[in-house]
């Protein structure tokens, strides 16, 4: 893939659900690929029901169905590291196919909010699991101004095992569904060093017991080879970005079941020219420096056998790069680091729902799980392209958007 992330990729048209379905809904004549591993591509037809799938058979002309005419029939994605924070960038992210994400960060509580507004049904968006912030030695405004009870760190240091639990535990409290934690300093910011390790083994450690109590996972932002080795051994969930992972670490990784996402995509924009002031023109550099050995530690994660899955890193807005970015990226980016297109499609659907710990629930198509969809015009495996223009996307069983009376 081309590094950065094309304009033309970035608008999406939107196109309202042309019909309401009925409950009990069959689609007929598809190309079904489920998201698991290994699996085959066969032709079926699959019914609907109160929001689950509910059966699949072979494929054949049905007069109450819709027919799909050998389109292919994906699960949703499932974005496992986004940055959604307001209703109309849940709308973007459904509408580009992700029925699913997770939302790691989160200023001034917004993705929680808006969350909590898809949840209600108010909103149109994916599923939502939001972090409700970002726990790290310097925490923040917009994070301070959240929890005022922690004001104390505006100008100090968050340090200490018991002080890191104690944050955790306010987040949980307020509902948080997953824990970011810091274990490196970030890479977007041209006064960061992301070789540079943040929270030590013992805060990280702090943080996924405090988390464990209430059955809640901790993704762990991880440049560095120190802080990522830290935060498996502490045991955390996952490794978000992984760029200076070294081969004792992926091995451990690899025997403790951490997950992998790597945030490829997102990392190539920062590379194209957006200015010549002195921070553009060092992140232009510093990315430079990064996507070899981030690509290089994909590779090897591939080769030993950890389990990655696609995050975009992306916010879904109307801004800068981060807003363009799409899983149809991550998914390009895989395959160029060696991915079968079918591997990389179960990176984006079923080992995103691993990492978030909700495969019995969706990201593969199976009876009983829920109606989470996705059917674009074109194979998949062959032309990768086809993922950022969907024909029909389904969510929890009802039509978000509807191309299919255009073909």
């Known amino acids: 893939m081309k590094s950065g992330i094309p304009m033309f990729f970035g608008a999406l048209i939107l196109v309202a659900a042309q019909t309401a379905w009925p409950a009990d809904q069959w689609l007929s004549n598809a190309q079904l690929i489920d998201g698991l591993p290994t699996s085959k591509v066969r032709a079926v037809n699959l019914r609907i029901s109160d929001g689950r799938i509910a059966q699949i058979t072979a494929a054949a002309d049905r007069a109450d169905a819709i027919d799909l005419h050998g389109a292919f029939l994906l699960p949703g994605f499932i974005d496992a590291h986004s940055h959604i924070e307001d209703p109309a960038s849940a709308r973007r992210a459904l509408l580009s196919g992700v029925t699913t994400a997770r939302v790691l960060g989160d200023a001034y509580l917004k993705g929680m909010a808006t969350r909590d507004l898809v949840r209600a049904g108010y909103v149109q968006g994916p599923d939502m699991l939001v972090s409700g912030g970002h726990v790290r030695p310097r925490l923040g405004e917009p994070f301070i101004l959240s929890f005022p009870q922690f004001g104390q760190y505006l100008d100090a240091p968050l340090q200490g095992a018991d002080n890191v639990a104690a944050v955790v535990r306010a987040v949980v409290a307020r509902g948080a569904d997953v824990i970011k934690v810091g274990a490196s300093e970030r890479a977007g910011l041209a006064n960061t060093d992301p070789r540079r390790q943040e929270l030590s083994y013992e805060e990280l450690r702090a943080a996924v017991q405090e988390a464990g109590k209430t059955g809640l996972f901790v993704a762990a932002h991880a440049h560095d080879r120190h802080g990522a080795n830290a935060a498996v051994r502490a045991g955390v969930r996952?490794?978000?970005?992984?760029?200076?992972?070294?081969?004792?670490?992926?091995?451990?990784?690899?025997?403790?079941?951490?997950?992998?996402?790597?945030?490829?995509?997102?990392?190539?924009?920062?590379?194209?020219?957006?200015?010549?002031?002195?921070d553009a023109v060092a992140l232009?550099?510093?990315?430079?420096?990064?996507?070899?050995?981030?690509?290089?530690?994909?590779?090897?994660?591939?080769?030993?056998?950890?389990?990655?899955?696609?995050?975009?890193?992306?916010?879904?807005?109307?801004?800068?790069?981060?807003?363009?970015?799409?899983?149809?990226?991550?998914?390009?980016?895989?395959?160029?680091?060696?991915?079968?297109?079918?591997?990389?499609?179960?990176?984006?659907?079923?080992?995103?729902?691993?990492?978030?710990?909700?495969?019995?629930?969706?990201?593969?198509?199976?009876?009983?799980?829920?109606?989470?969809?996705?059917?674009?015009?074109?194979?998949?495996?062959?032309?990768?392209?086809?993922?950022?223009?969907?024909?029909?996307?389904?969510?929890?069983?009802?039509?978000?958007?509807?191309?299919?009376?255009?073909?």
């Open 284 to 407: 232009q550099v510093r990315t430079l420096h990064m996507m070899r050995p981030l690509r290089d530690a994909v590779r090897k994660a591939r080769a030993l056998g950890v389990v990655v899955a696609v995050g975009t890193d992306g916010t879904y807005g109307d801004g800068d790069e981060s807003a363009r970015v799409r899983p149809g990226h991550e998914v390009a980016e895989l395959v160029a680091c060696g991915y079968t297109p079918s591997e990389a499609i179960t990176s984006a659907t079923y080992n995103s729902a691993r990492v978030l710990g909700i495969e019995a629930r969706t990201g593969s198509i199976a009876v009983g799980l829920e109606a989470d969809l996705l059917v674009v015009d074109r194979d998949p495996r062959v032309d990768l392209t086809t993922l950022f223009e969907p024909m029909l996307v389904v969510s929890n069983g009802k039509v978000a958007l509807n191309r299919l009376s255009q073909r």
């Open 238 to 278: 996952s490794i978000e970005h992984g760029t200076y992972l070294d081969d004792e670490t992926l091995a451990l990784m690899r025997k403790q079941g951490t997950f992998f996402v790597p945030t490829l995509a997102i990392m190539s924009p920062l590379s194209d020219p957006r200015g010549d002031s002195a």
